[in-house]
Structure formats: structure tokens, C-alpha cells
């Protein structure tokens, strides 16, 4: 098996977290497009985008609370696990977003599907948030993903996962830290990610945890990406 074979992971591209009509719109999101588009060209032997799909009475939204502790972006609420009841833990809360069924939920059209290979649905258990694409916020694989994406990954001999899309201070952040420990090789491309916070308390703490964890924040012109402009592509 060779000792590099990259995948790509573009995070969460959907109208509900871009502007101008987001319900959770992430300033800079759908100018990624362009940059993402052109990585979805390149020789990646898997390309995988992933899509928060959320029933309508989703734990993580504020509507499924009552007041006065159900304030998007302020509130938290306390989540079981589903397979362990005893272990818990806070969830802040969200505006409602991405919706099975509705617009919201739909990868936005600048974003050229026709050059991604599988498309992940992820949060589909109203129980519990999930925002990596591999394990909820328990590290339960289940029903609230579509696939088993670290099996998809090594069934294709994947070694080294590239990540981009929305936010980088959330879901690109839990998707390439559990894609770190299931053992790939795990980069993430800063021109291909906008964070809900651009700041220090949000993507600077991403990037400290990715350092802690042994992940690389890289450029789309730096020696990685190159790295997979030198493969030819299947």
C-alpha cells in the first residue's frame, strides 16, 4: 500500500451556515467556494462533503427548549449520552439550521458536486449534536451519521485527510481531530475554512488544539497540497 493516499473532507458547505439567507451564516463561507472547487479537482482518491441534516426538534436548537435558558449562542442545555445515560455533557445552543427536507440543508451551488464521491449526512439523531463527521459528541458511531466515515477512509487505503468548509472553530475542528484519532495523517487548508469566531477565543483555540494534537494547519500553495498536485489522478 503506498504510504500516501489523501483524501478530501469539505465540512458542512450548506446555505444555512453562508449568507446572505443563513440562519447561522459564517461571514466569508460561500467565498470558499472558488478555493474548494479548484482542491476538488486535484488528485484525492476519495472526496467526501459532509452535511449537518437535523430532524426539526434537534436537541442542539433553541426552539427545542423552553425559556428562559434557550437563547441561541448564550443558552446551554445538558445532553445524555444515548448509550450511557450517566455520562453528560453541555451543549451550547443554536439557531435553527439545516434541516432535513428544507433549502438550508443543501450544499450551496457554487460548490461543484459533481466532483464529490459520497456526501455524509451528519446530526440526524435529535438526541445529540454531531459535529464531526466521524462520531457524535460522545464518540457513539451511529445512526446519526449516514456512514461510517473512518471505515470509508480506510476502505480506501486512505492515509492522509485534508479538511476544509464550515466553521473551523466547530465542525471542521471535531472532524479533523477525529480523523486524527483514527489514525490518519491530518491536515487542515486555512484558505478553505471560516470559523463562527475569527478571533483568539475561536480559531486561535482550534488551532492550539490542533498543535496539541499533532494536526497542521497548511496553505492551499503550501508543501502538503503540493504533495497531492503530484499525484495523477485515477
Not at 479533523?176 to 475569527?198: H, K, M, P, W
Request: glycine fraction near 8%; proline fraction near 6%.
Amino acid at each position: 500500500m503506498s504510504n500516501f493516499v489523501p483524501a478530501l473532507v469539505v465540512v458542512d458547505m450548506q446555505e444555512d451556515f453562508c449568507h446572505p439567507n443563513g440562519s447561522l451564516a459564517i461571514v466569508g463561507g460561500r467565498e470558499l467556494a472558488p478555493v474548494i472547487n479548484e482542491l476538488l479537482k486535484e488528485s484525492f482518491v476519495l472526496r467526501v462533503a459532509t452535511k449537518d441534516f437535523h430532524p426539526p426538534d434537534h436537541v442542539s436548537f433553541d426552539t427545542s427548549h423552553p425559556p428562559p435558558n434557550n437563547k441561541a449562542f448564550e443558552s446551554s442545555v445538558t445532553v445524555a449520552n444515548p448509550t450511557n445515560p450517566a455520562e453528560t455533557k453541555e451543549l451550547a445552543l443554536w439557531p435553527v439550521h439545516c434541516v432535513q427536507g428544507t433549502p438550508g440543508a443543501e450544499i450551496i451551488e457554487q460548490i461543484d458536486v459533481t466532483e464529490i464521491d459520497v456526501i455524509m449526512e451528519k446530526g440526524r439523531d435529535k438526541r445529540v449534536e454531531m459535529y464531526s463527521g466521524f462520531a457524535d459528541m460522545f464518540g457513539n458511531k451511529s445512526e446519526a451519521g449516514s456512514l461510517d466515515l473512518a471505515a470509508l477512509m480506510s476502505s480506501k487505503g486512505v492515509t492522509h485527510i485534508y479538511t476544509v468548509g464550515l466553521a473551523g472553530d466547530a465542525c471542521v475542528k471535531c472532524t479533523a481531530i477525529d480523523a486524527n484519532l483514527e489514525g490518519f495523517e491530518t491536515y487542515v487548508i486555512r484558505e478553505g475554512t471560516r470559523s463562527v469566531d475569527e478571533g483568539e477565543a475561536g480559531w486561535g483555540a482550534a488551532v492550539e488544539e490542533f498543535q496539541q494534537c499533532g494536526i497542521k494547519v497548511v496553505s492551499i500553495n503550501g508543501p502538503e497540497v503540493a504533495r497531492v498536485k503530484a499525484v495523477t489522478r485515477l
